[in-house]
């Protein structure tokens, strides 16, 4: 590296070529590279999700689910199988050991499935099998209205016009609706008119269906030409569909009218959605991975603008954006990182007085940062939260080898030397301490950037982004800096004398030598006392941050219909409406096919325009979530969403397992830091259960199957993909055969329908069944092949860390019992493995900082010294956390992380020189301690104050996300001040100690070799 700065001086043109194509790749980098909010994780996971219209999830766990489970566990690499079964649906998600291939992942799910599809009931929709996106989902939400469309007519207009245009944007994976209803054309039969003319409405449907199909006939050859020959059998018109003849026994035909209603109209309303009271059709956009959230955002309000224009009775209302927030968050981390950087300079400046010295120094900033993009683009990666924080965390460490370089420069010009010999020797003076005090960071972030996990995957970007940054510091300190100021800085006279601040360090520093035994005692109890800080500050795992909008999720109990939901709905959001912070409050119901769920979507205004964060306006409206009656309700918050705090127990005794949730819900809810607590044990929903008379049935010829059929298809409808289709320009239509809406609320009605018999006999249903009035699980939870139930809970006012303690202090936990499993979720989950991950990087970055100060110092025992100011600045960091009431969460951690490369600088700086003193200049150890602390006491206060200014912005909280990187910035601010006023006395002294005992091991291996010597002479003179 020191013949690399003196090659770099004797070839300036060469230099500046290099560092201009690097600053070019950067820029073009840095324009191509996608800005989102997160960095892409791919976490190997697929689903299946089976749907059967009308089955109870018992139902379908046994004949379903269970089966499913058994044979996706027997898959290479499975980690964890979570099922979910609702009514008529049946959804199992496979989680695969990180690092498997997730395309072949979905295949072999596939391979599976298609083995045991015979097994599974017929009557069942196709499996769909699709792989997980952890990291795509809905960037925007927007509502539709029109003062003309009918809410069918939206529907459509969104399915067809919207959908289509939003598709052609470049990352956008699919358009989902929300509320609506699709077209259908409806066969409402009259149960009156099947039982007098003895047909039943399986029968009618089966009748539709085969006689409304178009098929393809063959090929024949009239007239010399040939042709293609179809058959065309669905109607063309409702009028023709009404006139359709279904045949009855004995020989008999009826007109389909003549059976009941014939309409073209519109599905039963499964869903809902409303903006401030009002109905309306909402949509979300789903982004797929690896795209850009800001470049989908442009794209969609681009073809959003061309729509309004086309149709000019439709408008469009965005009602939730994530991408507001990539955008503030972007902003204010640019804006942060380039007013530390501005405020580093100004430091240089106040200390140098030297407007070129100062400009140079600055220079290394631009000249590290540019050409990282040119990195991060080639890796992949993106401009996120996390990448953002990278390169806010080493704003002011790419200005430090600089100044180190150009303070030493001034300090030989000041000695009399021209700057060209100046700059040539203090490079080569202070080569080896740059490189180290680059090279210890660099042994930091590797780790990082290699954790495993999903933690692995979400902060590599961070890791190496850091690691490029600095290299390139590097490489501009060794090359550039010495370039510029070789030719541009001026000579300058000695200063008359030292600073004031030299001259009273100079006093304190001979104190200390003088006190060794009280200094080491002193710097050892605050360490002490440092450790004794870390319970009083609340840990957790990410801090909240006001994101404008809070997500409510409203659960009614089983057996509640859509429009009682829309009615608490309307309720709730109306009290709402009243806050002042609030925007709009926009309404989905029907969520995951039940139309007892419903999600608010509460935005805030900007928060410019309101006096409480978001955090607290939550807690300010939990006594109204709280006094909705017969209804669950909690706040959708965390990475993974849901509530912050979810505990999961399975076990096989579903009775043992109910219990044991229901009880620690009920102490759970007793904690004064948990709000909305719940537990996912399902509900029971009323149900209407058909029993067959099998004997009676047995000899009528009437299976099981055949009266379940009945029953579906009269109050249902077939399943989606047997209904008969009616063909239209640009779609076709579904036709659904059931009893009248009017006729299924009468119990009566469904004791009387109709069964076929083998014999053609329509016969009553209560002949072959008997009916009665029970109920069942309205939902059923699995975690690897096992019933779960999951207790959760949203905080209120307390961090993650001190809620669990408080919970796993619960009677309930401390005696699970022995068939009842415990297992960790969501952001509880998370934190764990963030803390164990982060753990390991750091003990692996101690060992690779000792590792990299013993291959550059050649020694064993300096390093050890260098690194004894690792501990003195946890006491700064906590101690800065616990004063500005900022939490321990994972941003404070990364700073804590940093803090460990960057405080070895200074004690870097002091080793290294005073060794050379030692060695090279033959000083007296104190001497030399002495010159090495009052010579390199200015470039220690000029990186520390430098990267102090640059934290300043993100410590201060300035901008939106503020509430994500300030506890970094605080513990890094912290650290250095703690560590840098104790580094600068403790390591000098701790020198002293260690020099001692090499002398001691020196002077006792020299006594052991002449030992040995004088014991091998002896029997030769002999």
Known sequence: MNNLSAWSIRHPIVIAVLFIALVIAGVVGFVQLPINENPNVDVPTVSVNITQSGAAPPELESQVTRKIEDALAGIENVEHLRSTIKD????????????????RAVNDVRDAVTKIRQELPQDIDEPVIARVDFVGGALMIYAVGSPTRSTEQLSWFVDHDVSRALLTVEGVSRVQRFGGVSREVRIDLDPNRLFALGITAEEVNRQVRALNRDLPGGRGELGGREQAIRTLGSAATVENLRATQIALSGGRRVALADLGSVSDGASEARQLARLDGKPVVGFSVIRSTGSSEVAIEKGVEAQIAQLEKRFADVHFDLVNTSVRYVHENYDASIEALWLGAALAVVVVYLFLRDGRATLIAGVAMPLSTIPTFAIMKLLGYSLNSLSLLALALVVGVLVDDAIVEIENIDRHIKMGKPPFQAALDAADEIGLAVVATTMTIVAVFVPVGFMGGVPGQFFGQFGFTVVAAVLFSLFVARMVTPLMAAYWLAAKPAPVRLPWYTRTYRTVLAWALSNRAATIAAAVAFFVLSLLLAPLIPSGFLANTDRGQSIVQLELPPGSTLAQTDAVARGLSAQLQKWPEIKNVFVSMGDQGEVRLATLFINLKPREERTIAQQDFEKAIQPVLAAVPGARLGFSVGFRGGKEVSIILTGEDTAELARTAERLSTQMQALSGLANVSNTASLSRPELLIRPRFERAADLGVSVERIGATAKIATLGDIDANLAKFNLEDRQIPIRVQIAPRHRTDLEVIRNLRVTADDGRAIPLETVAELAVGSGAAQIDRYDRARQISVEANLNGVQLG???????????????????????????????????????????????????????????????????????????????????????????????????????????????????????????????????????????????????????????????????????????VGGLLSSTLLTLVVIPVLFTYVDDFKNRLARLGRRRTIETAQAVQTPAQQ
């Open 802 to 972: 001190p809620a669990l303690e408080q919970i796993y202090a619960l009677p309930a936990m401390g005696d699970l019992p022995e068939s009842i499993r415990l297992v960790r979720s969501g952001d509880v989950d998370l934190q764990d493995q963030v803390s164990e991950r982060f753990g390991t990087a750091l003990l692996l970055g101690v060992l690779l900082i000792y590792g990299v100060l013993v291959l550059l110092f050649g020694d064993f025992f300096h390093p050890l010294t260098i690194m004894a100011a690792l501990p003195l600045s946890i006491g700064g960091a906590l101690a800065g956390l616990l004063v500005t009431g900022k939490p321990l969460v994972l941003p404070a951690l990364i700073g804590i992380l940093m803090l460990m490369g960057i405080v070895t600088k200074n004690s870097i700086l002091l080793v290294e020189y005073a060794t050379v003193l030692i060695e090279k200049a033959r000083l007296p150890r104190r001497e030399a301690l002495m010159e090495a602390g009052i010579d390199r006491l200015q470039p220690i206060l000029m990186t520390t104050i430098a990267m102090i200014a640059g934290m300043m912005p993100i410590a201060l909280g300035i901008g939106a996300g503020s509430e994500f990187r300030s506890p970094m910035a605080v513990a890094v």
């Open 88 to 103: 008529g649906i049946s959804a199992t998600t496979v989680e695969f050991v990180l690092g498997t291939d997730t395309d």
